[in-house]
Every structure is written in structure tokens, then in C-alpha cells.
């Protein structure tokens, strides 16, 4: 009987651990595992490029590559773990609900938008966080064209100003040029906690983000809370009051809920702490990976991200290391030393840095170029072709 890989989740991590477990097993000429992966669609969703415009546009089937290399696809939710009896429960689009088993689990759910209880944010905010809630927001700036020209109308409040709200901010001009004309006066204000704009990265980074708002007209409220939200704008702790027609929230991210089922060790995004081969300790046949996973980058104390950049590399290793815990290899520490940023700025361009101090090495068009290449060619799935996919699943090739 073969044993049994359970990956939950088809996002960047989840799909890289299906992929990987295969080309290990392929490698080893053996048929004893059976690798499944269970989410709401034999899909990729490509959530980094949520900020930009026909959201729609951004999945990848993922069909004719898990066929290719003898990937299950079962359609449905997780819903509850059982660690003792090695099972998940699921429901399905009709509202059934089966139970699975597994040899060994690899959660890859992902994260979610951190709502926090503010007045109205849950009735009148809106959010790129996932693909529907996107959509929701791009019909809605559609909408907004057949509105009478008010200060209201032509204002978005960004609440947030991590990567996610810089990047959208920065595209949100020209979004809205596009539908309300070059002469109709906009405005973009990001409504941010920290002292300066781009406070979590270096200061070679956070002097190219301001040069870049200030080029495009995008505004930032510093050292600013949000007090509530309402059908009319927005109320900031101070008691400033912002009319606007579209509040956008972009304040933080947490792992996924299904994290709090099992009995261990989380950080402050909820994410499963794990040790070198990405198991969570305590539960050996379990592994987090991609924003599910707290887990070390290197040996000077760096973590990875809630990135694609580093859910990509975490995938590759979690598929690895639970194939082989079946197939009794010697698994893979994880280790992802090089990291890089690279930052869209909308109608600016672009900023590319390299290493964990952040150095700014492009910017304008030549990082734009590098930004192009990694949201269009690099994070997307690899081709249905068994050598294409098995060469790029290697945990240890070169990524970035």
C-alpha cells in the first residue's frame, strides 16, 4: 500500500511541496508515495500581483501539471486535523464532507488580511487580500466612473504602508486616470502607523519610495491610526476626517486559522514555529510551510517572510523533506541566505535591492524590468512537462 502525502493548500508553497515530493520520488524510482493536494481548485492563485489591474486575468491552472506528474487534486476545504488519528476532514463545493488520511501532512494554507475591531472596517473597507475581494474592489473603482466628479469619488485612502499598500497606492493613479480622464484631480493617501513612509525597510529603500510618491502625488499620513470607516471616508485617530469613496485595508497578515488546531507553538502572525526540516515539534509527520511556517532563513537569525519569494524555496523543501521521511533519505535543512526586494512604484518604475541590509541596486524602468520578470515568469507554475517541473522543484538549485 502506498504511503500517503497530504498537502493542504495549492497557493505557492503548496504547489511547490506537491511538485517536489514528486521529483523526489521520481528520483529515488519509487511508486510507494501517493502525493494529493486538497483546495477549492486545481488552481494557482497569483496573490502578488493582486494590486494590479483585470485581477481576473491572474490564476494558473494547475490540471495538466499535477496529471503529468501524478498529483491528486481533491476539491475542497480543509476543515479539521486530527493529528492522533492522521486524518483531515473536508467539505466539498456541494457541502459534503470526507475524511482523508495521511502519512505525513504538509500545511500550506497560506494567510489572510489581519482585521482588527475598528468601526465599519468589516461593512466598508475593501481588500486586495484575495482574488474574490479584489475583484469586488475592481468592479467597484468601474463603478465609480458613472459617479458624479466629487473630492469623495476622487479619493482612495490606502490603510497601510507595508509592501502591499505601497504597491497598490503607487498603481492606484494611473488606475484612476484610466477611468476618470487626465484632468479630473485625484488623490491617493496612505494612512500609515509608522513615523516614515516605508519604516520597514533601509534608508536607501525608504528615500526611492518617497521620491517615487512624491513624482506620482501620492500622499502619506503619518504616525496615523484609523479610528472607523464609513460609507463616506474614513476617521483617523487624530480626528482627522478623509472623505473618500473607497477605503482600502492593507494593514497586516496572519496564517491561516486552521493553524490554531494544532497543539504547538505559533508566532505573532499565528504561524506554526518549525524546526530545520520544516516539521513542527512534537509533530514529526506534520510540516508548515509558505506563511504557514515561522522558520529560519540562515544562521544569523534572519526568518522568512510572508512572502512568494520565500513560500516558493519553503515549498520546495517541505515536499522534499516529507518524501523523504517515507522513503528514508536524509532530508534537507532549510536554507534561503539570499533575499532580495524588489518594490513596484506604479508609473515611477520600480526598486530592486539585494540582501537583508536592503541595497538598492536598480530603480525606475531597469527595476521595472526585474519586477516584469518575476510577477509575469518566475513565480508562475513551471510547464506540464516532467523535466521542466522536476528541474525547478530541486530545493537546492538557485532561486534567487
Known sequence: MKKHILIVGSGFSGMWSAISAARLAALQNSDELGITVLSPAPELRVRPRFYEENVSGFVAPLTELFTELNIVH????????????????????????????????????????????????????????????????????????????????????????????????TELPARLRARFGEDTKTKVIVVERGAVAGGRYSEALRDVITEASAALGVEWRLNAGVDAIDAEGVTLKSGERIASATVIWTAGVQAHPLTQQLDAERDGQSRLRVNETLQIPGLPDVYATGDTAHARTDDEGNTALMTCQHAIQLGKFAGHNAAASLLNIEPYPYRQVNYVTCLDL??????????????????????????????????????????????????LAKFV
Request: with cysteine; aromatic share 6%.
Open 346 to 395: 506604479g508609473g515611477w518604475g520600480a526598486v530592486y535591492s539585494e540582501g537583508w541590509d536592503q541595497q538598492v541596486k536598480s530603480v525606475r524602468q531597469e527595476a521595472k524590468k526585474i519586477k516584469i520578470a518575476i510577477t509575469n515568469e518566475l513565480i508562475y507554475p513551471p510547464a506540464a512537462d516532467r523535466k521542466v517541473a522536476f528541474a525547478a522543484a530541486d530545493p
Open 74 to 169: 481533491l476539491e475542497g476545504s480543509a476543515e479539521c486535523i486530527d493529528t492522533k488519528g492522521k486524518t483531515v476532514s473536508w467539505r466539498d463545493k456541494h457541502g459534503r464532507t470526507t475524511v482523508t488520511g495521511y502519512d505525513r501532512l504538509i500545511l500550506a494554507t497560506g494567510s489572510q488580511a489581519k482585521r482588527p475591531p475598528i468601526a465599519g472596517l468589516a461593512e466598508f473597507a475593501f481588500d486586495i487580500d484575495q482574488l474574490e475581494s479584489a475583484q469586488v474592489l475592481e468592479r467597484h473603482l468601474d463603478a465609480l466612473s458613472a459617479q458624479p466628479s466629487t473630492p469623495a469619488r476622487n479619493t482612495v485612502v490606502v490603510c497601510g504602508g507595508g509592501f502591499t499598500g505601497i504597491e497598490l497606492a
